[in-house]
């Protein structure tokens, strides 16, 4: 089995945040004993160990969201599943308000060199009350690898530079991952390069323990996941059903702040179909109600924020006039992307001004120079570079998900900017990312972008640096030299890393290897008597810090 490619991850997978834009036995420690359900139409956590748990009588914050089709770890990674896992799970590490890496089952980490970590973990347990220990992680690792599994976030191991995982999730089941027990309690990672953002990444689902009894019974562990987070599973759950969450007390306290709730996420095949349904204290707002939704008294319960991701032109950088930055610069100061979000997306998304989404840590606001629009300064760009040969530029796109709305709006500003023809040629999602693989396209063609980690370099790094980088046909020895800083900085998101950022930020601004067009948004509506709903730069909410009102 082949790793999942990033362009089919970021075209398939997380487009699902886009398109919306049983009970747990509750322990008060690492105690063992089994999971026990409650019997009802509507379970809630029983107790255990002489533990007092809270009663049914919880307020429950009812959530609207589209179907998932998984909600093992291994397999969380878009908007909709994250909200879930995250309280679901929980990985070595977490995420402040700020994005920032704290600790969550490791209580602490060392590194001497940010190639070998030593994480120190905090005694806990799953919601089954097995224990989590250091070989609890050690076989989520492996199973995450695993060729067989298939695993929708295998990628996430090859990003962070695991040693072996490439080689094991491509099918060499003889090389080991680089995760080692040292004790119980101590777990050391290995890594093939320094990575400073190692604890960052690992913050994701995707790498949180796996209990031996879902390793045992992996169909019950699809039907109700035994995860180690805040929140327990209350009962199983198929596709298409409700998903019930309960409060889960870990390290034998309460739930953060004394606040407890229980949470109903209510599936739906849409987002229209959602919002209509006037029972949900939170519920995407599809884009085409975003215009009279601001107009009403309810815009003052409307939550948005931009997301970290971009929809941007690539080159066949190899391609004449396209190999002259020149004209790349030029192609990107003709676009008026206020008018284009304007008139093709009513303010739904954002013009995108930079190569790294705003909110993420090290990034700096309007990175990109020829962000700006100066139709000007473009043609004087491209008499210097000598012009388009016959005329002609071909534009391609794949043709779903409205994307030829937007591109021939940009097409018409190219053509109106230089007088030029603009060709579109487009495909269906599968064939059309063969091409861009392959290198087909004679001209401009469409891809996007979306960070799986809240750092600037969720975007730099694999779109322009290394040898898998997406941008094919790209290489800056001075970005590479700058990146290698930003991965053995002991602090990656402070004030040094922010000006090694701007520096790679410059130079991709000169070279231009792609054009940002527009960044996604998301826009959630919540009920009067929910209150604190805040949005990661993902665009899932942070459900663990809503407070709710009866």
């Known amino acids: 089995m082949a790793l999942p490619h990033r362009l089919v991850k970021n075209e398939i997978l997380f487009s699902l945040v886009l398109a919306v834009s049983g009970c747990g036995a509750v322990m008060t420690g ?19 160990s002489g533990a007092t748990v809270a009663p049914a009588s919880l307020p429950v914050v009812r959530v609207g969201t589209l179907t998932p089709e998984s ?4 397999n969380i990674v878009d908007g909709p599943t994250l909200e879930i896992g995250r309280l679901l799970y929980e990985s070595l590490t ?5 994005g920032r890496p704290v600790p969550a089952a490791a209580e602490s ?30 076989a989520a690792f492996a199973h995450l690898g695993d060729p067989s599994v298939e695993a929708g976030g295998a990628y996430l191991g090859v990003d962070a530079g695991i040693d072996g995982f490439v080689a094991y999730a491509t099918g060499d089941a003889d090389r080991i991952i680089g995760i080692e027990t040292v004790d119980s309690s101590t777990l050391r990672i290995r890594l093939t390069a320094p990575n400073s953002l190692l604890p960052l990444m690992l913050a994701h689902p995707a790498f949180a323990p796996r ?12 039907q109700r996941p035994i995860g180690n987070g805040p929140y327990a599973m209350a009962a ?24 407890e709730y229980r949470f109903r996420f209510v599936t739906f095949q849409s987002l229209e179909e959602m919002y209509v349904d006037r029972s949900l204290d939170i519920t995407y707002v599809p884009a085409s109600e975003l215009g009279s939704l601001r107009r009403r008294s309810e815009r003052e319960r409307l939550v948005e924020a931009p997301v970290a991701s971009y929809n941007y032109i690539a080159f066949p950088l190899d391609v004449a006039p396209f190999d002259d930055p020149r004209i790349r610069r030029a192609l990107s100061l003709a676009i008026d992307r206020v008018a284009l979000v304007a008139e093709v997306f009513d303010t739904s998304k954002l013009p995108a001004t930079g190569f ?7 990034s700096s606001p309007d990175d990109c120079i020829y962000c700006a629009h100066d139709v000007l300064e473009a043609r004087k760009l491209v008499r210097a570079a000598g012009g388009f040969p016959d005329g002609v530029v071909e534009l391609a796109f794949n043709d779903d998900r409205n994307h030829a709305d937007w591109v021939q709006v940009l097409g018409q500003q190219w053509t109106d900017a230089f007088g030029i023809e603009v060709r579109f040629v487009s495909d269906g999602t599968i064939p059309y990312l063969d ?10 063609f469409r891809l996007r972008w979306s960070g799986d980690y809240p750092h600037a370099m969720a975007f730099i790094a694999p779109l322009f640096v290394g040898e898998n980088r997406v941008t094919k046909g790209y290489s800056n020895p001075g970005l590479v030299a700058e990146a290698e800083q930003i991965w053995t900085l002991d602090d990656p998101s402070g004030a040094e890393a922010t000006g090694v950022v701007s520096a790679m930020t410059q130079t991709l601004s000169e070279d231009m290897p792609i054009i940002p067009i527009f960044t996604d948004a998301a826009h959630r509506l919540h009920s009067d008597r929910v209150g604190d709903l805040q949005l990661r730069v993902d665009g899932s909410l942070r459900l663990e810090d809503l407070t709710v009102t009866e």
């Open 356 to 362: 790294a989404p705003s909110g993420s840590l090290a």
């Open 71 to 74: 909600l093992d770890s291994v």
């Open 211 to 222: 209990p031996a009894a879902a390793i045992a019974d992996p169909s019950a562990h699809r």
């Open 30 to 48: 690492p105690a063992q004993t089994d999971f026990v359900p409650v019997a009802g139409d509507d379970p809630v956590p029983t107790v255990l």
């Open 435 to 444: 091409a861009a693989r392959a290198g087909a396209f004679d001209g401009p």
């Open 236 to 259: 199983s759950w198929t596709e298409g059903s409700t998903i019930e969450l309960a409060p889960f007390p870990r390290f034998g306290q309460p739930h953060p702040d004394g606040d």
């Open 109 to 138: 980490w060392t590194t001497d060199d940010h190639v070998e970590w030593t994480f120190t973990l905090r005694s806990g347990s799953f919601h089954n009350g097995e224990p989590v220990t250091a070989e609890s992680f050690v």
């Open 94 to 98: 977490g995420l402040d308000t700020d």
